[in-house]
């Protein structure tokens, strides 16, 4: 069955360091995958995604992931963290496709940015 | 690009009541409508999945005379909450795609949160 694991609940970072959440799935074709952002009391916003070709994915807000195959992963980052950042993130994989189009979530990483 | 919207945003309802949640994608046309369940704290958990024009789908363990959906277009589906009970409770988020034998993307609304009495 698919499955999505985030290991990290909670993550506390200094304003402009770095960051790197993780993502691990279970999957037996190849993925389709996603990470999302959450702010407090509010819906899902898409940062980005993969579906074929480049394994390292630009998205929105200075992030970007990368796809390994090798390890089931798919690893959030951002060289430098905002304040702004601090929000709960979300690694979901497409299960189905086609006509179901289903995400499976994490558990979700809960980001806090300390000045 | 891509704006799902939900209304209300937030309801306080007595028990026993029902509840209606609307949600609409403004700019494209949504073949298929996904409603989901947050608890606090949690992840979301799939309700149903809805195509337009057909019935919905619902997930192992979710009561379908509960949770009444309904897509009758290609912009708008609704969630009605049946006899709403305290356990009912959450944050309850839509989200909508177009559909066909690729994977699309979903676009999410920002949520209902629904507080019964």
């Known amino acids: 069955a698919q499955s999505v694991t985030q290991p990290d609940i909670h993550i506390t970072v200094s304003e402009g360091a770095s960051l790197e959440l993780r993502c691990n799935y279970s999957y037996g074709a190849t993925p389709y995958l996603f990470w999302y952002v959450q702010s407090p009391g509010q819906g899902l916003q898409l940062l980005l995604k993969?579906?074929?070709?480049?394994?390292l994915v630009q998205g929105i807000k200075g992030f970007e992931a990368e796809f390994k195959r090798s390890q089931s992963s798919f690893n959030l980052r951002k060289p430098s963290v905002h304040w702004s950042d601090a929000a709960e993130y979300f690694c979901a994989v497409g299960a189905g496709g086609g006509a179901t189009n289903k995400l499976i979530f994490g558990t979700g990483t809960l980001l806090a940015v300390q000045p | 690009g891509a704006v799902v919207s939900q209304h209300p945003s937030w309801v306080i309802c007595k028990s026993g009541t029902s509840v209606k949640i609307e949600c609409r994608s403004l700019?494209?046309?949504?073949?298929?409508m996904f409603w989901y369940r947050q608890f606090p704290k949690q992840s979301l958990m799939l309700m149903a999945t809805?195509?337009?024009?057909?019935?919905?789908?619902?997930e192992q363990g979710v009561e379908k005379d509960k949770f009444l959906i309904n897509h009758a277009s290609l912009t708008l589906s609704t969630l009605t909450v049946t006899s709403a009970h305290p356990e009912d409770s959450s944050f309850y988020i839509c989200s909508a795609s177009t559909s066909g034998r690729v994977m699309k993307t979903q676009y999410f609304g920002p949520g209902t949160r629904l507080l019964v009495l």
């Open positions: 809805s195509n337009e024009g057909s019935k919905a789908t619902y």
């Open positions: 993969y579906f074929s070709g480049d394994t």
């Open positions: 700019d494209f046309q949504a073949t298929t």
